[in-house]
Every structure is written in C-alpha cells, then in structure tokens.
C-alpha cells in the first residue's frame, strides 16, 4: 500500500526532529515548507486534509494553479519572480523567499502598498558560489559584507516590505563538510546583519531541500524546503 501524506511528512518529521536535537535545538523552531512542484491537485488536498498548511513554488504559474486548490494555504515563492508577474505573486503568497534585485523590491512594495492590507515578508536570496551563475545576491569566500548590508538597508526602506532574513541553495553534489560550511555562511551572515540592526532577532533563514535539510538544521536553518519526499511524481 502506498504510504500517505501523513505517513511521509511523519518521516520527514523525525529527521527534522532529530536533526535538531543534535544541533541542542527545538524541533518546533523549523518550519517544513513542502515544495508543491510534483503534488497533483489530490495530493494537495490530502495534505491539507491531514493539516500541513505551508506551501511553495518555484515558478509563479503553477503557483496559481495551485493556489486556486489551496486558496488559504502560507505560499512561498522560492523561485526567481520576474517583474512582469509580480502582481499575481504578490496576490498568492504568504512569503518571497527570493529577493535580489532593488527593482524588484521597488516593484513589490508598490504592488504590496495596491493590494495588501499588511506588509509583504521578504527574504534576501543570497549565492554563495557566485561562479555558478544561479541567481541571488553573490557573496563568496572574502568578499566584503557591505554590499549586503546596503542592499539589506534599501530593502528596510520600503514600508511595504518586511524583511524577515535569508535564503540561499546549496551547490548540487556538494558533500557533507561543503554543506555545512555552506549553512554556516548563510547564518554567520545574518547574525552579522541582525548585529547592525538590518534582520529581526529571530530571522527566517531558509536553507536545505530533500537532500541536505538535516544539514542545514544542524547549521541553524529555521524554514527547509522538502518536495518529492513530501508529493512523489506520479509515474
């Protein structure tokens, strides 16, 4: 019998569970975001039957379709948003977790002013590994912090936003000892932000998918963002 939704996030819970409590942490300071590529419209609807409520996306059309099964579900964009979709995310989600561009930010924050009744959280995607071409705020091993943190204190300006910390992706492939190093970076960093007051007290930081989330927990992730482990492509 193919195991439920229920049954997999069980399992994904107890790595999250035991993840943390290596790390000397509380399980319930992470937040599993399931990643909705792969979920049919029944899968959608059993996870909310069985009481899961934060969802995402990495491309804002299937986002809306989805959204269109879940209307109250906590969306996330986890993708690159471009411009021209801009209002159609910012009517869905509960969260960008993307953000790298100063136009974008100006552009969210007028469509936030037009269409929220509160302000849009948003969090700072940062590369880590500028030299692979992905997409975020590049930061690599020795570069200077300080366009981060102008970039960060833009961002504060619009009263439309609400910067609530940092995402970043892990290089495919990388093994263990890179992960961390990777994870630590991404916390190090807003530590560094929180400490010259441009992230809250407790910032989002959202770090690790399917195959390196126990990592990023250990590191200090407090959002992991699991899919196919959660809504197994129907073959």
């Known amino acids: 019998m193919e195991a439920s939704f229920t049954d997999r996030k069980d399992a994904i819970l107890a790595r999250i569970n ?25 899968l959608l609807r059993e996870a909310w039957q069985a009481g899961h409520r934060s969802y995402g996306h990495s491309r804002v059309q ?36 993307t953000l790298a561009e100063i136009r ?25 590994q500028p030299e692979d071409g992905r997409p975020g705020l590049s930061w690599a091993v020795g570069d200077s912090s300080e366009p981060l943190h102008a970039f960060a204190q833009e961002v504060l300006e619009f009263p439309h936003l609400q910067l609530r910390g940092l995402m970043t992706i892990a290089a495919p492939g990388a093994g263990e000892s890179e992960l ?36 990023a927990i250990e590191e200090g992730a407090t959002l992991v963002r699991v899919g196919r482990a959660l809504f197994p492509p129907v073959i």
């Open 18 to 42: 035991s993840a943390a409590e290596r790390a000397g942490r509380k399980p319930s300071e992470v937040e599993l975001v399931a990643v909705a590529k792969t979920a049919t419209e029944k």
């Open 104 to 128: 974008l930010a100006e552009t969210l924050n007028r469509l936030a002013s037009e269409l929220r009744c509160e302000p849009l959280p948003v969090l700072l995607q940062v590369n880590l």
């Open 180 to 215: 961390h190093r990777h994870f630590a970076r991404l916390r190090e960093l807003s530590e560094e932000l929180h400490n010259h007051q441009l992230l809250p007290s407790s910032p989002v930081l959202s770090m690790g998918m399917s195959g390196d989330f126990e990592i």
């Open 62 to 97: 299937p986002l809306m379709a989805h959204h269109a099964v879940l209307p109250e579900a906590a969306w996330h964009l986890i993708g690159p948003l471009q411009r021209n979709k801009s209002r159609k995310a910012v009517k869905r989600v509960r969260m960008i977790e």
